[in-house]
C-alpha cells in the first residue's frame, strides 16, 4: 500500500466493494461508523477486515484530525446512512472534493428538494409538507388534486419506507396518520410530505460527478404490472442502450437536479418517472446504487459507480464519462398472485440449463415454503439475471421464465 487512504463512513451493502476496490490500486481503507455497532439488517453485508483504522462518529474535528494522519484521497459514503457524516467529514479532511454543503438539507430533505427545484426552475412533481390533513386536504383541492392518486411518505428521505398511495376514492386520512407515526428508525415523521402520482415509464439512473461534470454510468427501464394501489408490481429491470434517444431526455434532467441540489463530487441514484410533460424526479440518493446495481452494471458496461471512483479518487481522472452497453442485461422478477404454499417450482432448479443468458438468479423460495402474494418488490419471489449480446435470446429467455412463473401453484 502507498499510505494513501479512503476513508469510507457506513461500508455498508454496496459500499462493501469500496475497499477492496481502492485496495487493488494500492490504496488502503479507513472505516467510519455513525453508529457503534452496525444497524442488525447491516451486519452481514460488510467485511471489518477490509479495513486497517476504524472509527465511530464522535466529535467531528477531534475524528477529521485522526482521519487526515491517513493521508486520505476522499471521504465517501457507502450507504444513505453515511451521506450526511462523509459529507461533513470531507469539507474538514479534504476540502472540495465532496458537495455544497449549503444545500445539504436539499439532498436529504424531500420538501427542501423540491424548493431547491423550483428555484432552479426544474420541473417537479407538485407536492407539500404538513402536519395537518386539513391542511393537505385545502391544498389538493387548490391544485386540481382532489380525487387523483396521491402519495404520502416521510419528509426525510432516509428512509424508503412508509410510502403509500392513496387512489380515488380511498381514506388518504388513515396513511397520513401511518407515516406520521415512529418508523423503523425510532424517529417521529411529524410532517408527511403529500405529492402527485408521476404516471408514464420509471427509470433509474445512475450517475458519477468530478468537480461539477456529470457522468452517466447507467439507464434502467423498470417495467411494472399495475396493481390496485398505484405503485405496481416489479417484472424486469433493463439496461438501456445509451442510444436511445431516451437516455438524453434523462440525462439532461438528472444533470439539472444535480446541479440544482449542489451535487458535484460522487454517486447519485435517482428515479425518474417519463410523464407526458417530461421527466419528473421521483427520488433520488446521493449515495451508490444497490449492492446488485453495481454488479449488473459492471456486467452490462464493463464498469460502475465503485470503478467511477476509483478513477476519480486513485488515478486522478477528471473526466465524468458516459457507459457504453457491452451486453444485454435484464433482471427478471417473479411474483404470486397470492399467498399460500408454493408448489410446482421444480424448474427453478433447471434454469441455468434452460435459459443460455442466465447468469444467476436469487429465488428464496421452493417447493413446500410459504410465500406472500405479491404487492410489491419486497414481496416478489425473487428474480432471476440475464445477460447477452444477443438480444433476442434475451427476450426468449425472459418468455420462458415467465412461463415456468406461469405454471407455478399456491395453494
Same mark, same amino acid.
Given at each position: 500500500m502507498s499510505g494513501r487512504s479512503i476513508v469510507v463512513v457506513d461500508p455498508y451493502s454496496a459500499g462493501k466493494g469500496i475497499a477492496p476496490a481502492f485496495a487493488a490500486?494500492? @490504496?488502503? $481503507?479507513?472505516? @467510519?461508523l455513525t453508529t457503534s455497532t452496525p444497524p442488525s439488517w447491516l /451486519? !452481514?453485508?460488510? %467485511?471489518? %477486515? %477490509?479495513?486497517?483504522?476504524?472509527? #465511530?462518529?464522535? +466529535?467531528l474535528d477531534d475524528l477529521a484530525a485522526k482521519l487526515a494522519a491517513h493521508d486520505p484521497v476522499a471521504v465517501v459514503a457507502g450507504s444513505g446512512t453515511g451521506v450526511e457524516a462523509a459529507e461533513a467529514l470531507s469539507e474538514l479532511v479534504v476540502p472540495g472534493r465532496s458537495n455544497v454543503l449549503a444545500l445539504s438539507s436539499a439532498r436529504r430533505d424531500r420538501w427542501q428538494r423540491a424548493v431547491a427545484l423550483r428555484t432552479a426552475e426544474v420541473p417537479h412533481l407538485r407536492q407539500i409538507s404538513s402536519e395537518s390533513p386539513d391542511e393537505v386536504a385545502a391544498?389538493?383541492?387548490?391544485?386540481?388534486l382532489d380525487g387523483t392518486p396521491i402519495v404520502l411518505q416521510p419528509q426525510d428521505s432516509g428512509d424508503t419506507d412508509d410510502v403509500f398511495v392513496a387512489m380515488p376514492g380511498d381514506d388518504w386520512r388513515t396513511s397520513f396518520n401511518r407515516v406520521r407515526a415512529v418508523n423503523n428508525t425510532c424517529f417521529r415523521n411529524d410532517r408527511v410530505l403529500v405529492r402527485e402520482l408521476a404516471v408514464g415509464t420509471e427509470y433509474e439512473v445512475d450517475t458519477y460527478s468530478v468537480d461539477g461534470g456529470h457522468g452517466l454510468v447507467a439507464v434502467w427501464r423498470c417495467a411494472k404490472e399495475g396493481v390496485d394501489d398505484g405503485l405496481g408490481i416489479f417484472r424486469s429491470n433493463t439496461l438501456v442502450s445509451p442510444s436511445e434517444p431516451v437516455v438524453d431526455v434523462l440525462f439532461d434532467y438528472v444533470a439539472s437536479v444535480l446541479d440544482a441540489t449542489g451535487v458535484r463530487n460522487g454517486p447519485a441514484h435517482a428515479e425518474v418517472v417519463l410523464t407526458p410533460d417530461g421527466p419528473r424526479l421521483v427520488e433520488i440518493g446521493t449515495r451508490l446504487a444497490g449492492a446488485e446495481q453495481q454488479e449488473l452494471t459492471l456486467l452490462g458496461t464493463g464498469e460502475n459507480q465503485i470503478t467511477r471512483m476509483v478513477r476519480h =479518487? $486513485? %488515478?486522478?481522472? !477528471?473526466?465524468?464519462?458516459?457507459? $457504453? !452497453?457491452?451486453? =444485454?442485461?435484464r433482471s427478471v422478477y417473479l411474483s404470486s398472485p397470492a399467498a399460500g404454499e408454493l408448489a410446482n417450482s421444480v424448474r427453478f +432448479?433447471?434454469?441455468? /440449463?434452460?435459459?443460455p443468458s442466465y447468469q444467476r438468479d436469487v429465488l428464496p423460495y421452493r417447493e413446500g415454503s410459504i410465500v406472500p402474494r405479491t404487492d410489491d418488490?419486497? #414481496? /416478489?419471489?425473487?428474480?432471476v439475471v440475464l445477460a447477452t449480446t444477443d438480444a433476442e435470446q434475451l427476450e426468449r429467455d425472459e418468455a420462458t421464465v415467465r412461463e415456468i412463473e406461469a405454471g407455478l401453484i399456491v395453494v
Open positions: 490500486r494500492g @490504496v488502503g $481503507a479507513v472505516a @467510519v /451486519s !452481514r453485508v460488510w %467485511d471489518p %477486515d %477490509d479495513f486497517h483504522e476504524m472509527y #465511530t462518529i464522535g +466529535d391544498w389538493l383541492r387548490r391544485e386540481g =479518487h $486513485a %488515478d486522478g481522472v !477528471r473526466e465524468a464519462g458516459r457507459y $457504453a !452497453r457491452r451486453q =444485454h442485461v +432448479d433447471e434454469l441455468a /440449463s434452460l435459459l418488490l419486497r #414481496t /416478489s419471489l425473487g428474480h
